[in-house]
């Protein structure tokens, strides 16, 4: 069933690169450096700062799909480890919040021998392209119920997008309408409608539209209200090294990325029928494609799970069901949903095989009927559980389980990502507990189980991290440092530091939930993160995530 | 605009109150509190807050209040016994106040 498709990176936009790279800045100057380890070096000045900490700086070598992105220090100095650049021909970007590259930027670099390139940056005339979904939000009147809304147009686009249009209030109920029905997994460069119909009701689309046109430019030429920034990295957040991994199709969305025992990187592309695979020591790049069990249905995978024995496991969402990639074949099967439990809506977004070698059983869910779903390995059977049968629910809530993680009973621990708990199921008897987050309406919503039997989670409206102790059955968050970053998920590294990732604000933060110090890596370019993953057998950890909406898989290696 | 943002009205009784400790006065932090839904194979549980306080909001309609536990639990001390009343100007087809009286065991 299955059809590899491998590529050799390294090659593929050699002709389309070669034809933009641009001519090498006068300013720069071929020094000897006293460092043998280091590739390229220079200073980031600028004439309102001079010497500028936390500058971006990323080279990307003609012909390869990987950019290499390194921080300047408190002296305005870059500088590239030998080991991360080959000799050749580099292209030069960088970030810094208001500023841009004087001129064109490029660089030879060349073996054994350190190259310094000084970057002279100015300042831009508009800053609003510039600016993450993250800063709008900050920058935009209104309150929080006002702009809660506008988190969940982040799954498809940044927030440029909306405040740049001109839709008047009335328009905006059309708009709102239409983006309605479009699949959750859908972007910019694949856009996939539902099947099945969905209702706004006008009275919510209309107050949403309302707000929507007193923030974006249908009655003005420019936004009347001040245009707010992050700031740029300092101190600890500018030791680090990023490698974005650039995937071959600009339509792939690699949505949940891990690492295996081997070291390569695996994913799920969240659009298009395959599972794909990075080696990030030569850039190669795999893909394993699987038959649409629902050909006229959206494609494409979110939750990407290995089992006990490394094999992964897919939920399918609209495609129905799981699939499992056995990785020793390489093949897949596909776990259809049965007849009673399959319809256009029907949508599984998490798999949890982990412990399934206990019982032979993986859970799911089906996010159309709020339910979990637990799969009979062996038969192919599914069970239905329901664990707010008379639970909570009201106005403008309702239960939605989502992120998930099993204990070693295989008892399912899930995030009710549609309103403010944590769950528990027995697997034995399928009683439900449900826990409430201090914080209400916090939406929880990808999670990971620790070695301790703590739960760590991503409380996503609440802009908060979390953990559920689940001897204790008690629940501690703490305010991500960043307002409307709205964390998707988490990750406890082998050092008690928490990591996450956001698709608003492109940093990650690393959290040090004993000291509630944390530090946010600022980015190279608009990454849009969903699952996180922690490779712990290195030294530092590695942070992996993929770029859901840019087609790029990203390392993070902080510089400890 | 997605599924996870619809309305459902179908909000029914919310439960509040105090774990309380007798021998000492005062309210119960941190105590384990659970909402057992008679012939559901289900149920809620929070903690109170620093001032002994809880609340679990909005079952729905479907649920008899009559049909929900409340019980109370903490190292060190038993439940004695839980109150119910209406609160004051309250309606109790939308909440009812819980008191979890506790002694040292």
């Known amino acids: 069933m299955s059809v590899i498709r491998s590529t050799a990176l390294a090659g593929i936009f050699l002709s389309s690169l070669l034809g933009v790279l641009l001519p090498v800045n006068p300013a720069f100057a071929e020094l000897p450096s006293d460092s043998p380890n280091v590739a390229l070096t220079g200073r980031v000045t600028s004439p309102q700062e001079g010497a500028m900490e936390g500058v971006l700086v990323s080279a990307q070598r003609a012909g390869s799909p990987i950019t290499v992105t390194v921080v300047t220090n408190q002296a305005g100095l870059y500088s590239f480890p030998a080991d991360r650049l080959s000799p050749g021909k580099y292209t030069l970007r960088i970030r810094a919040i208001g500023y841009e590259l004087e001129g064109p930027a490029a660089v030879d670099v060349a073996a054994k021998r350190a190259v310094t390139a000084d970057l002279a940056l100015r300042k831009v005339d508009d800053i609003s392209s510039q600016l993450t979904s993250t800063e709008w939000l900050i920058s935009m009147p209104g309150g929080s119920e006002q702009k809660r809304p506008l988190i969940e147009c982040m799954s498809c686009h940044t927030l440029e997008r909306v405040v740049r249009s001109k839709f008047t209030a009335e328009e905006f109920v059309g708009v709102l309408k239409r983006m309605a029905n479009y699949a959750n997994n859908s972007t910019m460069q694949k856009v996939q409608a539902r099947i099945a119909e969905r209702e706004v009701p006008d009275d919510r689309a209309r107050r949403v539209g309302e707000y929507l046109a007193t923030v974006n430019l249908s009655k003005r030429d420019r936004w009347d209200y001040a245009l707010k920034t992050l700031p740029r990295p300092t101190g600890a957040a500018t030791r680090v090294i990023i490698t974005e991994y650039d995937m071959p199709r600009s339509t792939i969305a690699p949505h949940d990325v891990r690492t295996d025992a081997e070291g390569f990187v695996w994913y799920s592309n969240f659009v298009e029928p395959y599972l794909g695979r990075l080696d990030p020591r030569t850039g190669a790049h795999t893909e394993f494609a699987y038959k649409l069990p629902k050909p006229n249905f959206p494609a494409g995978a979110l939750a990407l799970e290995p089992d006990h024995d490394g094999n992964w496991w897919l939920a399918m969402m609209f495609q129905g069901g799981v699939m499992k990639f056995d990785t020793r074949t390489r093949t897949f099967r596909h776990y259809p949903l049965p007849p009673e439990l399959d319809s256009d809506t029907a949508q599984q977004s998490m798999v949890m095989p982990r412990e399934s070698h206990v019982d032979g059983k993986v859970w799911t869910n089906d996010v159309n009927t709020h339910s979990i779903l637990r799969l009979d390995v062996a038969s192919g059977a599914y069970e239905r559980v329901d664990p707010f049968e008379g639970m909570p629910i009201g106005a403008n809530r309702q239960h939605s389980p989502y992120g998930m993680a099993a204990d070693k009973n295989n008892d399912l621990y899930f995030m009710d990502f549609g309103d403010e708990s944590v769950g528990r199921v027995d697997a034995k008897t399928f009683r439900a507990t449900i826990y409430p987050t201090p914080t209400s309406h916090s939406r929880p919503r990808r999670t990971m189980l620790d070695d301790k039997g703590r739960l760590w989670f991503a409380e996503f409206a609440a802009n908060k991290l979390a953990m559920f102790d689940i001897e204790r059955e008690s629940i501690k968050e703490w305010d991500a440092p960043t307002p409307h970053s709205y964390p998707y998920d988490v990750y406890l590294d082998r050092n008690g530091e928490l990591w996450s990732g956001s698709m608003s604000d492109d940093r990650v933060l690393r959290f040090d939930p004993q000291t509630g110090k944390s530090i946010e890596y600022l980015l190279p370019r608009q990454t849009n993160i969903r699952r996180i993953f922690i490779d712990n057998s290195t030294t530092p950890v590695t942070f992996w995530a993929g770029n859901n909406h840019h087609a790029a898989i990203i390392k993070i290696e902080p510089l400890d | ?105």
């Open chain 2, 1 to 105: 605009m997605d599924e996870d943002d619809e309305d459902q009205s179908n909000a029914g009784v919310s439960f509040f109150g105090f774990a309380r400790d007798l021998d000492r006065g005062g309210g119960v932090a941190d105590a384990k509190v659970s909402a057992e839904i008679k012939n559901r194979n289900a149920s809620l549980v929070t903690r109170t807050d620093d001032q002994g306080h809880f609340k679990f909001s909005g079952f729905s309609k479907d649920i008899d209040p009559k049909d929900v536990v409340i019980s109370c639990s903490k190292d060190g001390l038993k439940l004695q016994r839980t109150v119910r009343r209406q609160p004051p100007g309250g309606d109790a087809a939308t909440s009812i106040e819980v008191d979890c009286l506790m002694v040292k065991p």
